[in-house]
């Protein structure tokens, strides 16, 4: 800013001197036009001689020190614009380099920025990579865990099935009945799609009356399960059309209850059975038992 200043009033005294000069100029255009006239008055002012010869030499002596003054100004002015020249030379020449180093500033910015995104880029690649592997080895060890979980599940589900299978027709037969008709897994559709899987049923007689019993088998019982068990056996005619006017019952086995469980299916009017050691032995207290549906 102050560079800026100062070129202003070098500028505005530089006007200034062209102004006085223009003065002076005319101050020597109206002397010369004087001058003429004097010599055309010569023959009149012959008389007059000496003055005018007095006068002239003063104004020579006048133009003179006018001379001197204007060639001082001239060279003042020069050594001004000299010196104006060589201050704009000089700001000229500290902005380039400003001008080159702010340059070279934004250009060692640009290539660190490049940088820090290539490194970022690569980082980014390799995090991904990293999580891509990761969640391959964690893939693979779920599907490891779940078929050993898959096989231990389904072994321990066969076991209860089988012991639950066993058990329920001992306690068919020690209360007289005689067991017709064994089906396992068994799938079934209703007439409007409705699909259902019933893991045993049994059909019995006793004194010539023939019933089924419909049961359902968790190795862990919720009552959840419970309730979805009774949501099928609701339906248990549209299933089973032929089971139309027999009694049914609904028989619910586990190895192990949540909380409760075992009350809310005997509250259900379910035949409810669990483990005692290796046996499996009848929850509900004897007075409670009554079948599901009767024809």
Request: zero cysteines; proline letters at 1%; a positive charge.
């Given at each position: 800013m102050n560079k800026r200043r100062k070129g202003k009033e070098a500028r505005r005294n530089l006007r200034e001197r062209e102004t006085?000069?223009?003065k002076i100029e005319k101050m020597l255009k109206d002397f010369l036009k004087s001058m003429v006239e004097l010599?055309?008055?010569?023959?009149?002012?012959?008389?007059?001689?000496?003055?005018?010869d007095e006068q002239m030499r003063l104004t020579d002596e006048r133009l003179e020190k006018l001379k001197m003054e204007t060639e001082k100004f001239k060279m003042e002015t020069l050594e001004q614009m000299r010196e104006r020249d060589e201050r704009l030379e000089k700001f000229k020449m500290e902005t380039l380099e400003q001008m080159r180093e702010r340059d070279e500033r934004l250009e060692k910015i640009r290539m660190e920025t490049e940088k820090f995104r290539m490194e970022a880029e690569k980082l980014k690649m390799e995090a991904e990579k990293l999580k891509m592997e990761t969640f391959e080895?964690?893939?693979?060890?779920?599907?490891?865990?779940?078929?050993?979980?898959?096989?231990?599940?389904?072994a321990q589900g066969l076991f209860w099935e089988s012991l639950s299978e066993k058990g329920i027709i001992k306690f068919l037969e020690d209360e007289g009945y005689e067991i017709r008709k064994v089906l396992r897994d068994c799938k079934s559709?209703?007439?409007?799609?409705?699909e259902a899987e019933f893991d045993l049923i049994i059909e019995a007689e006793k004194d010539g009356k023939k019933e089924v019993f419909i049961a359902e088998v968790k190795t862990t019982a919720t009552p959840h399960y419970v309730d979805e068990f009774?949501?099928?056996?609701?339906?248990?005619i549209e299933f089973f059309p032929e089971y139309e006017g027999k009694t049914i019952w609904g028989v619910f086995?586990?190895?192990?209850?949540?909380?409760?469980?075992?009350?809310?299916?005997?509250?259900?009017g379910l035949v409810?059975?669990?483990?005692?050691?290796e046996v499996l032995v009848l929850?509900?207290?004897?007075?409670?038992?009554k079948p599901f549906l009767k024809p």
């Open positions: 006085r000069l223009d010599r055309k008055s010569i023959a009149e002012l012959r008389e007059a001689q000496k003055k005018t080895q964690m893939r693979l060890t779920d599907e490891r865990i779940e078929k050993r979980i898959g096989k231990l599940t389904d559709r209703t007439k409007t799609g409705k009774l949501a099928k056996l609701s339906d248990i086995s586990s190895g192990r209850y949540a909380d409760g469980t075992e009350k809310y299916a005997i509250s259900k409810v059975f669990g483990i005692s050691g929850l509900n207290p004897r007075t409670s038992l």
